[in-house]
């Protein structure tokens, strides 16, 4: 059970294995596995409790992992060999009752997102924490009370710094909400005319701007095209000399022929 994804800047894709309990490093110059890691070895082995929201960074030396099932929990793991082991695992935030992660993501400054979609007995948390180096606790920088984030799953962020969260659900139904670097609400999508997904997952965004949404329930993968912002250019204006001659009220030549019909 295939989850979360992450590339490396080497050609390099990670595999979080929801079923196969573990993670999967694959060469994609040459599609095969290098290695798989589920939690063990180094000074604080565990195995895997359902990994599902991964990143890594762009060298692949160090992987952040979502453990989704009993033992609920995030990771951090380095590279170490030709494997890799757990170095830390990032605190339950405070007042957190559910904790139940599922995507994470890092920003340029190194800070860690993670969306919780625990809802239900005995709290709805539905939010994003934040922690900041060294990882010791964390804030919820989004949740659900303003409408924007219902069942937050995936999360992502563009070029510009910009987050992307999958929300999954029915009713309301599924979305992507977006937020800027500050967390300010930007925009929403929800499926267009004839085109529906339900339970949205896994989010990304190109290089283009262009959102992918992975429909569980339908088996698909959903495409919205960025419309780029035209930026028009700034008018220039001339400024007209003054009139060398003054108007008068008297005609300086006949009037125009009125027309006549018969």
Not at 38 to 56: E, R
Request: hydrophobic share 35%; charged share 10%.
């Amino acid at each position: 059970l295939p989850q979360g994804l992450a590339l490396d800047g080497t050609s390099n894709l990670f595999v979080a294995d929801f079923g196969a309990t573990m993670v999967f490093k694959i060469d994609l110059t040459n599609n095969a596995v290098v290695t798989a890691f589920n939690g063990m070895g180094g000074s604080m082995p565990s195995s895997m409790n359902g990994p599902i929201g991964i990143w890594c960074n762009s060298q692949g030396t160090t992987v952040v992992v979502a453990e989704n099932l009993s033992g609920k929990r995030v990771r951090i793991f380095q590279q170490q060999g030709g494997g890799y082991v757990p170095i830390q695992q990032l605190p339950v935030p405070s007042g957190a009752v559910s904790f139940t992660p599922v995507g994470v993501t890092e920003d340029s400054s190194g800070n860690l997102y993670v969306t919780d979609d625990a809802f239900g007995s005995p709290a709805w948390e539905l939010c994003v924490w934040k922690y900041a180096p060294p990882y010791t606790s964390a804030v919820t920088v989004a949740d659900n009370s303003t409408g924007h984030l219902w069942d937050p799953r995936f999360i992502t962020m563009d070029s510009a710094g910009d987050f992307y969260v999958g929300n999954r659900g029915t009713i309301p139904p599924s979305s992507f909400s977006v937020f800027n670097p500050s967390w300010n609400f930007l925009y929403q999508c929800f499926a267009g005319a004839g085109v529906s997904f339900i339970n949205a997952q896994g989010v990304g965004v190109d290089e283009f701007g262009h959102v992918y949404i992975a429909d569980e329930i339908n088996n698909r993968v959903v495409r919205y095209l960025a419309c780029p912002l035209v930026t028009l250019p700034t008018p220039t204006f001339t400024s007209l000399s003054t009139p060398t001659s003054t108007m008068t009220n008297s005609p300086t030549s006949s009037p125009p022929l009125t027309p006549t019909f018969s």
